[in-house]
Each structure stands twice: as structure tokens, then as C-alpha cells.
């Protein structure tokens, strides 16, 4: 098979043809399957010489499988990829790489305990010329005013200047086409308004052709020149950013409303949807936040003055596009995340933060975002997982008693109908639908006052997931007061009686279910007042 | 091979092939170094069928002999627990054969100059032992839990430190040397205790005979054992080794917990030191320790981590530890007899530092 000679096509290409001649890229009825789960379903992706081209959506609405696909890491089911009008497979990374397509990774590929220049000959053959790639990196940095040390060790770096490395990475190829997955994301604002700086700096002096991925709206009106808007796999609009304006792409990216009517009479919280007003106004509060800040270890902020509350019998939805402090929230309520300031209060009375233990003491029960990594053993019996947080129930002041060990795993394996051979199969045979059911279990059976449920349906299938919808519902009406983390829109205006909305790790707006105003909601989760 | 591919695919056939390769790789190892030791000692000008020979009769052939072994085990099985107990907390303490030779000139210490009945000073001597063990690895647990010095690296170093130390003391005469007698020059070792101060012994040499310090090996061992499998504080134990965040989330002290563990297997390690000491010794000098630390380690890596496992492992090293010092009486050099006991305990250790290193492995090649 010939490849064509990489580089050149798209470049010159470019060059020579006045915009909307000649798509410097385009994806034809693209379809991907995995499973019974379309993720792009008949795309098409059109892209000009030149221009910074957004790809707008919000989480699985199929963005990073259709870049995948441009990259060579996903190969399509059906449909054609053109590059300067001429036809390519792209069946590998290296394919990509060699027709000039760079991408850079929301998660950095990054070696931190090798220097800079190291990472950015990381990957190439033949000898190492230690002068030459320092001069490179400089010449890239200085070209594009993306100023890093060439000697530094990436572990030193701060999360903009890793950046910086990973676009020099790129930049030093010449790629006729960039992409860049949600590269804000890690960044503070001026950090980002200089991003954007150096991408128009780009595609001014070299022609280069850049996607750049991002669910924030202001980045997409202040950034590029048209954009795509995706949703449920598929391309729902095209825009030129000059003539959109920030409601217009809320009100497309997230969509009519939802079919929320008929999946909630489905799992019976019809009646919830109906009395969401009263119930959120009456009972206690249970939980409230005022003001916690927290930082990360590399000085990144989590939590930037959060506040909220949570009543006795009330689902709050924290909606939000993932990343904006919502695991940080979860971690803070799961004790694992201490605080700069603000304070956490249980029942009335405040609960210290980051001390082992102590949430779950004060009666909050977390269903974890990754249940692997705090939310249970794999490698104990499914009975020891029943128990890993109230172990005193079922032992005297020395011994486990495995007698009430197993009784207390029987009746609720039965109550909570997990599917299990025995209780004491290890956790990690179990289906990802039933060891969410077992931390559920566990987590209900210490009588919470609060339940926190981050992610709860996550990766789960459709019986699990009504399964858990109901089983949270059902803990609200018992009254326990419900904090939804989610980032399935859905989901939450499923459950919730209230919606808050979280963005930069602080609560930037907030509604009842009833006055829920799709294009409001859709603004603020891209990060404008509304 | 596909079993270096992990995968949801392979997850049920990967127990059958485990299965059967276990006792392979066991019988491959010991195949291995069986050939190689019979090479070597050839080679010396000694017949292979001899040393075998020489290495059972020392061991395991007659009263005297089975009780040599029993004694050999019995310090390895005790150090062994210890280093159960920190690996069941994912804590790696490497640092036994220190902790070990702390723990024993602090017992001769005690044995030697504190004043009291002998059972009492024995005892105190055994308790005082085990103290000074775990002391030698708090001060990685503190370093560790303070300041995240890894664990491995501090209680490895501080092996040397301890050896020096008691070196140090050895050849102080105000300090742990043995008292001057007239004309003799004095050597690098303490006096011996007094008799009231040693572990009985039951039996006599040439006999059927042996030290009384197996029973507090058996005793550790079972206790540690039922702790482990049954009380809550084995449960919490393997919660923070299994996964650290959800047993925070759960209310365990890493810090209390884990470096109690650390404290404890620190203790076991001075135990066994103290119980060398009083049950057969009677003096501590530079090389006290003989390797007793890092072996007992090892029969933790090949017991894999269970306690009641280990009471077989630490015999068969007994076993070759009695063996091959008959073995050297019988005109084999010293250094081959070591070769040889080493190749046997590398076949020994192999199969289970490898599914050790593949286990670790096995999540970076997942990520």
C-alpha cells in the first residue's frame, strides 16, 4: 500500500488553495461501533486550511473516539478519511504521524523523571544527539513563545509547562494538522489565554490546521473560527463562531430535553419530579459545605470556595463537565481530601476533614466515582466487603466473628439482590453492576444521615443502572439527604429535586428540578454566568 | 507466552495454567540447582552422593541431628512471621538480619548485668530483645510515616548500622566485651550468660537434645496466625495492604497500623535474636547473626506471606542449615558447602520471587 509522503500534501495543500476550496481534512460517514454502543454514528467533519476548528460536546458525545479515528488508534467500521482531497487510511499511530496528524492528550504521555529534551526525542531512532535536541527545543519554544528549559526535569514542571513540552513535542514535527483534547482543562486562565495565543501564532505562520476538543463555550467563542457540535455520537450542528454566541452552542450541545419523563415514571420517581419543590425546602440540612478550598499537591486548585447544602429527603445534583472538582468533592466527603479552609458540617456540628474515617463516623455514606480505588478490596471475599467499614458489627473486641460475618453477607446480598455464588467469592469476579451494588449495600447498611453518590452508574448496564437510580431514590425517600455527583446530565435531572451546577471547582449556579432551564444550565456548565 | 497479556479474555483460563505451573517451576528450579551444585562440587574433587549424604546425616539422621535442625528453625521461623506480618500491611521490612543482632546484644545486656533471679532475667532478656528489635525498625517507620523515606531502603541500611554498632560494643570492654582473665588477650565477644539465664534445654548431646526456644516460635506462630485470620486486626491489616485509600476511607491509621506492623516485625526479628541468644549461643560477637535475618525473609517469600506455611519452609532451611554445617565437618570446603546450601535455597525462593515480581508487574503493564 503507498503512503502518501506525509507532510507535504497537507501543507501544501494549504498553501496554495483559498479557504473551503480544499478541506485541509475531512471525515466522511464515519460509524464506530463497540458493542451495541455507537459512538460516532454516520460523521461527517469538515475542516479548512488554517482555520482553529472546535469540536464541541459534552462527555461521550463521541469527540475523542472520532479524533482517535484521526489518529490511528480507532479503526472505523464504515467511512473514508481525506486529507488535501486525497483518500488515506490511517490503520496505526505511526500512519497518523507520517500524513502529519500530532495530537495532544488530555492525560499527558510525559516521562517526569526524564528531562525535557529527553521527552521530546522520546520515541525517535538512531542516536541521541543531546545538543541538537536542546537547540530544537529552544528554536520551538522561542518560535512559538513557548518558553521552557530544555534541562528541566518534567516531575519540576507545573501542569502549563508540561503542556508546553507536550506541544513542542508536536510543533517540532511541523504537523500539518494539530489536535488538542481538552488542553484547558489543566490550566489556569492565563495559562489558557496564552495556549490560545501560541494556537493562532500557528495556524497564522505555518498554515498549520488545528481541532481543538473542548465542552467550555467561552474557549470555543474566543478560540476558533467554525465549530462542530456534537451529541450522542452524532453531529447535531455546524457553526461559524463569528455568527454564534454562547446560548445558541448551550442550547446544541446539550439538547432538547431529555427523555427524562419517561425513564423516571420507569423507575418510579415520577412522583418526586412532581413534589421536587416542596421536598427541597422542608426537611433539615443535613449536610453543609461553606466555603472549602483545596489544592492539589502540584498547587493546582480543587475546590475553590465551595458551598452547598443538602436537606433531609432531598436528591442535590451536582452537574458539571467532569474535572471540575467533582472527584476532589467526592474525595472531601470520603475523608481522603484535607482542606485549606472552610468547613464541612454533618447533622449541625462540623467533622474534621483528611482524618481516616471520620466522614463515615458522622454518618455520610459515599458510593465512590472509582469504586476500585477506594470503594472496595478486590482481592477480599465479597462478606469481608460488606463489612470493610463497620467491621465492629460484626466482631467482639478482638476476634471477627465469621458467623455474623456471613449472616450480615447473606441478608444483604438478599435485600439488595446481588448476584453472587457465594459470599465469599472474591470481589473482583464480580460484574462491575453487582460490586457497585455491594458498596451500595454496605454504604446503606450503616444508616447514613447523608449518601453521596458520585458517579453511581457509571460504566454500568441498563438493568444496573435502573437498579441504582432506584435504590438512590429510594434512599432520599427514606429520608436520607442525597448529594448526586454526576456528569450525565440525565441522570441528574432524573433524580435530583434541585441541580447545582459546578464549575473551576466552586458552585456556579444553582435551580430547583421544576424551573430547570436546559440553555441556563447548559451556559453554566460551560463556564458562563447565567 | 499469552499469560503475559492480563485480560478479562484470559482470566479463566489463567488458574488452570497457574496451577500447573507452580510445582514446575519448583521441580525446574531444584533440577537447576541440584545439577549445578553436583557440577560444582565434582569439580572440587568431591563425590556429589557423599555431600547429599553428609547434608542428611547432619539434618535429619539421628536424635542429635533432628535436633540441630529444630534449633535452626526455630529463629528463622520467628523472624519469618515478623516479616509476614509487615508484608500482610504492604509494608516491605527487609531489615531483619539488624533488627536481629540489635535485639541479641540488647538481651545479652540485659542477661549479663541486670541483676535477679535467672528465670526473670531471662525473660526480661528475651522481652528486652524483642524491644530493641522493634526500636531498630521504628526509626524507618518514623522516617517513613514523617518524612516518606522508603521503608525498603532504611531498614536495608540500617543493617549495616546495626552490625557496626554491635561490633563497636564487642570490642569496648566497658561495654559488652567479655571480661579480662589474666594473660589472655581479650576477644570481640561478650561473656557467656549465666546458666540460670539460658533457655532449658530437654535432652542431652549425644542424644536426642534441644533447645526450649521452639515452643516461643510455635506460640508466635500460632498466634499470629489465628490474629491474621480471624481478628480484626488481621482484617484491617490486609485491608491497608490490599488497598491503602479504601481502608482510609474505612478509618484505619495507616501510620498506627502500618508501622505498628513495622514495629512488630522489627520485634519478632529482635525475638528471634534474644531466643538465639539464651536458647544456644550464650554470647553475642560481630557475626551473631549468620545470616539468620535474611534467611528468616526468605522463608517468608517462599511460605508467601502464610503464616502456618511457613513452619515447613523455615525447616527445610533448617534443615540445610544443619546439614551443611555437618557437611563442612566432613572435609567439604566451607565455601562449596555454602555454594551449595545457597543454590538450594535460590531453588527454593525462585518460584516465589517470580510470581512475586509478576504480580508487581502485572498492574504497569495493565495502566
Redesign the interface.
Given at each position: 500500500m503507498s503512503m502518501p509522503p506525509s507532510t507535504e500534501h497537507a501543507r501544501s495543500a494549504g498553501t496554495a488553495a483559498p479557504a473551503a476550496a480544499v478541506p485541509s481534512v475531512e471525515l466522511r460517514r464515519i460509524t464506530k461501533r463497540f458493542g451495541s454502543v455507537v459512538a460516532c454514528d454516520d460523521v461527517s467533519l469538515s475542516v479548512r486550511p488554517g482555520e482553529i476548528h472546535g469540536l464541541l460536546g459534552q462527555n461521550g458525545a463521541g469527540k475523542s473516539t472520532l479524533m482517535k479515528i484521526l489518529t490511528g488508534l480507532v479503526v472505523p467500521d464504515s467511512g473514508e478519511i481525506m486529507m488535501a482531497g486525497r483518500h488515506v487510511e490511517v490503520n496505526d499511530p505511526q500512519t497518523a504521524t507520517a500524513l502529519g496528524i500530532a495530537m495532544v492528550h488530555q492525560h499527558f504521555s510525559l516521562v517526569g523523571r526524564m528531562r525535557v529534551w529527553e521527552n521530546a526525542v522520546l520515541g525517535e531512532l538512531g542516536r541521541v544527539d543531546r545538543d541538537h535536541a536542546r537547540r530544537v527545543v529552544n528554536e520551538v519554544g522561542e518560535r512559538y513563545g513557548l518558553a521552557v528549559n530544555p534541562d528541566a526535569y518534567v516531575d519540576d514542571l507545573s501542569t502549563g509547562e508540561r503542556q508546553r513540552v507536550e506541544l513542542i513535542k508536536c510543533l517540532r514535527r511541523r504537523p500539518g494538522l494539530l489536535i488538542l483534547d481538552e488542553p484547558t482543562s489543566v490550566l489556569t486562565l492565563a495559562e489558557s489565554r496564552e495556549l490560545f495565543s501560541v494556537l493562532r501564532r500557528v495556524t497564522t505562520d505555518e498554515n498549520t490546521t488545528v481541532i481543538l476538543i473542548s465542552h467550555k463555550l467561552d474557549e470555543i467563542l474566543h478560540a476558533t473560527d467554525r465549530v462542530t457540535i456534537m451529541r450522542g455520537g452524532a453531529v447535531v450542528a455546524r457553526r461559524d463562531t463569528a455568527g454564534t454566541d454562547a446560548r445558541d452552542l448551550a442550547r446544541a450541545m446539550v439538547g432538547r430535553e431529555p427523555a427524562t419523563w419517561t425513564a423516571a415514571s420507569a423507575v418510579g420517581s415520577m412522583d418526586a419530579l412532581v413534589q421536587g419543590g416542596r421536598a427541597a425546602t422542608e426537611g433539615d440540612v443535613r449536610l453543609r459545605l461553606t466555603d472549602v478550598r483545596a489544592t492539589a499537591r502540584d498547587g493546582r486548585p480543587l475546590l475553590s470556595g465551595l458551598s452547598l447544602h443538602v436537606r433531609a429527603g432531598e436528591i442535590l445534583g451536582i452537574a458539571g463537565v467532569e474535572g471540575n472538582g467533582q472527584a476532589a468533592l467526592g474525595d472531601l466527603l470520603s475523608s481522603l481530601l484535607d482542606l485549606d479552609g472552610g468547613t464541612v458540617e454533618v447533622g449541625g456540628s462540623a467533622v474534621p476533614t483528611g482524618e481516616p474515617g471520620a466522614m463515615h463516623r458522622a454518618g455520610v455514606g459515599v458510593v465512590p466515582e472509582d469504586r476500585h480505588a477506594s470503594g472496595c478490596v478486590l482481592d477480599m471475599s465479597v462478606a469481608e466487603n460488606l463489612v470493610l467499614t463497620d467491621l465492629d458489627q460484626v466482631s467482639g473486641s478482638v476476634l471477627v466473628s465469621p458467623r455474623k460475618l456471613r449472616e450480615r453477607a447473606a441478608r444483604l446480598i438478599e435485600e439488595f439482590d446481588i448476584a453472587v455464588p457465594s459470599p465469599d467469592t472474591p470481589m473482583r469476579l464480580l460484574s462491575g453492576g453487582n460490586q457497585q451494588k455491594v458498596v451500595l449495600a454496605r454504604e446503606l447498611a450503616a444508616r447514613p444521615t447523608v449518601l453521596v453518590a458520585a458517579q453511581p452508574t457509571r460504566g454500568l448496564d441498563v438493568g444496573a443502572t435502573e437498579y441504582m437510580t432506584e435504590r438512590i431514590h429510594q434512599a432520599a425517600r427514606d429520608g436520607i439527604a442525597v448529594l448526586l455527583i454526576s456528569t450525565e446530565l440525565e441522570e441528574i435531572l432524573t433524580l435530583a429535586h434541585r441541580v447545582a451546577v459546578i464549575h473551576r471547582g466552586a458552585i456556579v449556579g444553582e435551580m430547583t428540578r421544576a424551573d430547570v432551564d436546559l440553555e441556563r444550565l447548559g451556559l453554566m456548565m460551560g463556564g458562563r454566568a447565567a | 507466552m499469552t499469560l503475559t497479556r492480563p485480560g478479562a479474555r484470559h482470566a479463566d483460563r489463567a488458574p488452570v495454567r497457574s496451577r500447573l505451573r507452580t510445582p514446575l517451576l519448583y521441580a525446574v528450579s531444584f533440577a537447576v540447582a541440584l545439577a549445578l551444585a553436583a557440577a560444582l562440587v565434582t569439580v572440587g574433587g568431591h563425590s556429589m552422593a557423599d555431600a547429599l549424604l553428609a547434608l542428611y546425616q547432619g539434618s535429619l539422621d539421628g536424635g542429635a541431628s533432628i535436633g540441630q535442625t529444630i534449633d535452626e528453625t526455630t529463629p528463622l521461623l520467628i523472624v519469618a512471621i515478623g516479616a509476614i506480618v509487615s508484608a500482610r500491611a504492604g509494608i516491605f521490612n527487609i531489615g531483619q538480619e539488624g533488627q536481629l543482632i540489635v535485639g541479641a546484644a540488647a538481651g545479652a545486656a540485659i542477661g549479663l548485668f541486670v541483676p535477679g533471679p535467672g528465670w526473670l532475667v531471662g525473660a526480661l532478656a528475651l522481652l528486652g530483645a524483642a524491644l530493641a528489635g522493634a526500636l531498630w525498625a521504628g526509626i524507618p517507620a518514623v522516617l517513613y510515616y514523617w518524612r516518606g523515606v522508603d521503608v525498603v531502603v532504611a531498614t536495608l541500611l540500617m543493617v549495616f548500622v546495626a552490625m557496626q554498632l554491635v561490633s563497636f560494643a564487642v570490642n569496648r570492654d566497658y561495654l559488652l566485651q567479655e571480661t579480662a582473665v589474666e594473660g589472655q588477650i581479650l576477644s570481640p565477644q561478650s561473656d557467656l550468660l549465666p546458666e540460670g539465664v539460658r533457655l532449658p534445654r530437654l535432652g542431652e548431646y549425644p542424644d536426642f537434645n534441644l533447645g526450649t526456644g521452639f515452643v516461643i516460635a510455635l506460640a508466635v506462630t500460632g498466634v499470629v496466625a489465628y490474629?491474621l485470620r480471624?481478628?480484626?486486626?488481621g482484617?484491617?491489616l490486609?485491608?491497608l495492604g490490599?488497598?491503602p485509600?479504601?481502608?482510609?476511607?474505612?478509618?484505619?491509621?495507616?501510620a498506627a497500623l502500618g508501622g505498628g506492623a513495622l514495629l512488630l516485625s522489627g520485634g519478632a526479628a529482635g525475638l528471634a535474636g534474644g531466643v538465639m541468644l539464651t536458647g544456644g549461643v550464650y554470647r553475642i560477637q560481630a557475626g551473631f547473626a549468620d545470616n539468620v535475618g535474611w534467611e528468616g525473609l526468605l522463608v517468608a517469600l517462599v511460605a508467601r506471606n502464610h503464616p502456618l506455611v511457613a513452619i515447613p519452609v523455615a525447616l527445610f532451611f533448617g534443615v540445610l542449615r544443619a546439614g551443611g554445617g555437618f557437611l563442612a565437618s566432613t572435609g567439604v570446603p566451607r565455601y562449596l558447602v555454602s555454594v551449595v546450601t545457597a543454590l538450594l535455597v535460590l531453588a527454593a525462593a525462585f518460584p516465589a520471587a517470580y510470581a512475586e515480581l509478576r504480580k508487581r508487574r502485572r498492574p504497569a503493564v495493565e495502566a
Open positions: - | 490474629l480471624h481478628g480484626k486486626w482484617f484491617r490486609r485491608m490490599l488497598n485509600v479504601a481502608a482510609r476511607r474505612a478509618g484505619v491509621r495507616a
